[in-house]
T-cell receptor, first 111, second 115 residues
Framework: KQEVTQIPAALSVPEGENLVLNCSFT??????LQWFRQDPGKGLTSLLL?????REQTSGRLNASLDKSSGRSTLYIAASQPGDSATYLC??????????FGAGTRLFVKA | DTGVSQNPRHKITKRGQNVTFRCDPI?????LYWYRQTLGQGPEFLTY????????KSRLLSDRFSAERPKGSFSTLEIQRTEQGDSAMYLC?????????????FGQGTRLTVV
């Protein structure tokens, strides 16, 4: 059974700091991995999608890496801003239609 | 088309009442998913449609829950005889069938509170 774990559960950093969010999964047989952002009481916004054959994806200040063999992904946020404060969710696609989510990392960036 | 749309955004209901939520996916997407999210947790898969066919249902979807996608476009999720444990955010997502390259796009969710 695929399980997704995100560490840390919560993180508070000063503005401008670079930070790394971690995601691990137990079964390396994934099709892709997706990082989402969720603001309080809102839906999910897709940030980055990494295919199983890829090692990383970049979008602006965000960089996500994938190491399928070790069951790990990281989301790197450069030069964090207060507007980055949100919950970040990692999700793995295991069969084309079922996505398994982690519990998320709650990020707070202090001005 | 501006994305996945869910209605209502919020619903407060008394225990024992029936509720129905609607999801309008991105128009060209043939896959539609329902998830449930409780406070402090990630979303949990409930069910999946490919066009109008419901192809997968989670064991979380008890017999009080029913989902439909009658014409392969919008979908409804109905909860009968609601219980306080049904209080959660119900999220809908859609995607285009590209095999492994399946990026899901989520709606803003419907927050259900059962009192």
């Amino acid at each position: 059974k695929q399980e997704v774990t995100q560490i840390p559960a919560a993180l508070s950093v000063p503005e401008g700091e670079n930070l790394v969010l971690n995601c691990s999964f137990t079964d390396s047989a994934i099709y892709n991995l997706q990082w989402f952002r969720q603001d309080p009481g809102k839906g999910l916004t897709s940030l980055l999608l990494i295919q199983s054959s890829q090692r990383e994806q970049t979008s602006g200040r965000l960089n996500a890496s994938l190491d399928k063999s070790s069951g790990r992904s990281t989301l790197y946020i450069a030069a964090s801003q207060p507007g980055d404060s949100a919950t970040y969710l990692c999700a793995v696609n295991t069969g084309g239609f079922k996505t398994i989510f982690g519990a998320g990392t709650r990020l707070f960036v202090k001005a | 088309d501006t994305g996945v749309s869910q209605n209502p955004r919020h619903k407060i209901t008394k225990r024992g009442q029936n509720v129905t939520f609607r999801c309008d996916p991105i128009s060209e997407h043939n896959r539609l998913y329902w998830y449930r999210q409780t406070l402090g947790q990630g979303p949990e898969f409930l069910t999946y449609f490919q066009n109008e066919a419901q192809l997968e249902k989670s064991r979380l979807l008890s017999d009080r829950f029913s989902a439909e996608r009658p014409k392969g476009s919008f979908s409804t999720l109905e909860i009968q005889r609601t219980e306080q444990g049904d209080s959660a955010m119900y999220l809908c997502a859609s995607s285009w069938d590209r095999g492994r390259n399946t990026e899901a796009f989520f709606g803003q969710g419907t927050r259900l509170t059962v009192v």
